[in-house]
């Protein structure tokens, strides 16, 4: 199963230099991610907008991200890949990138 993160390049604060910040924490933590970027996740309330999903898994969508989430969301990918349904637990492991949830789609 493949997980990508999906980056919104249009937002304020993300686009393509938070999707590099990303992809270089996914390959330091030795992590099989892909990272995509599109025009607009419409999160536009809160951007930056990022989201997270693999097949048959629970889909994520986190906005007001940042580049100060970037080890958060590595934390974050670990326990989603090693959870079959993709459901995390506990949260809390996720520091503040939890309080920055706008969606958990049913996979």
């Known amino acids: 199963m493949e997980t990508v993160v999906t980056v919104c390049r249009s937002c304020p604060a ?3 230099g938070f ?3 990303i992809r ?3 390959e330091a933590a030795g992590l099989s991610v892909r ?3 599109v025009d607009c996740m419409s999160g536009c309330t809160r ?3 990022v989201a997270v999903r693999a097949p048959g898994k629970t889909a994520y969508l986190f906005g007001d991200a940042g580049a100060a989430d970037v080890a958060d969301l590595i934390v974050f990918l670990k326990l989603y890949e090693a959870a079959p349904d993709g459901n995390l637990a506990d949260a809390r492991p996720i520091g503040a990138l939890r309080e920055k949830a706008l969606a958990r789609i049913p996979g």
């Open 14 to 16: 993300g686009g393509a």
């Open 19 to 21: 999707a590099s910040a």
């Open 24 to 26: 270089t924490a996914i």
């Open 35 to 37: 990272v995509g970027e």
């Open 47 to 49: 951007p930056s907008t």
